[in-house]
């Protein structure tokens, strides 16, 4: 094999093998979709004793993704919890969960009435950074649970000694 048919072999190699790495992952972040919109407060089938909790849609993102050759799209909801009780393992308490990103499916399943709405969101921008970062990795990191099973998945994971 020449110098020259070297290079090209070694080149096209890596060409294919990069075409087979993850193309990307592009999120369009969006004001509303079908049922939900930003800033909504939702009353959901809630946990027995938690009457009075309900979640806020905070954002709505549609991320295409693009893995060897396969592309999927997913519809991510971040919401926030409020008037909830999750003991951790010092026996301290938390009434809300700031980020919890789920599916667009498994928040249809949860919520029961728009109660109200928020135009002034709180940040949540340092929890959404952490989750966006392993979601760009491939991690799909969102719940496809009812919000009801991940409060109460979330409540044992933060009971672990």
């Given amino acids: 094999m020449t110098r020259n048919s070297l290079q090209i072999f070694i080149a096209s190699t890596f060409i294919l093998l990069g075409s087979c790495k993850e193309k990307g992952i592009q999120c369009e972040s969006l004001s509303s979709i079908d049922n939900f919109k930003v800033g909504q407060i939702w009353k959901y089938n809630n946990r027995q004793g938690e009457d009075s909790s309900t979640l806020t849609v905070l954002k709505i993102e549609k991320c295409h993704k693009t893995f060897d050759s396969i592309s999927s799209s997913d519809t991510v909801i971040h919401i926030r919890i409020d008037k909830i009780k999750l003991k951790n393992s010092k026996g301290e308490y938390s009434y809300s969960i700031e980020h919890l990103p789920c599916s667009e499916k498994a ?11 928020n135009s002034s969101l709180p940040d949540f921008s340092n929890e959404y950074d952490r989750w966006k970062k392993l979601y760009d990795k491939g991690k799909n990191l969102y719940w496809g649970l009812t919000i009801k099973e991940a409060v109460a998945d979330r409540d044992s994971l933060m009971n672990v000694k």
């Fill in 107 to 117: 928040l249809s399943k949860s919520v029961a009435t728009v109660v109200g709405e």
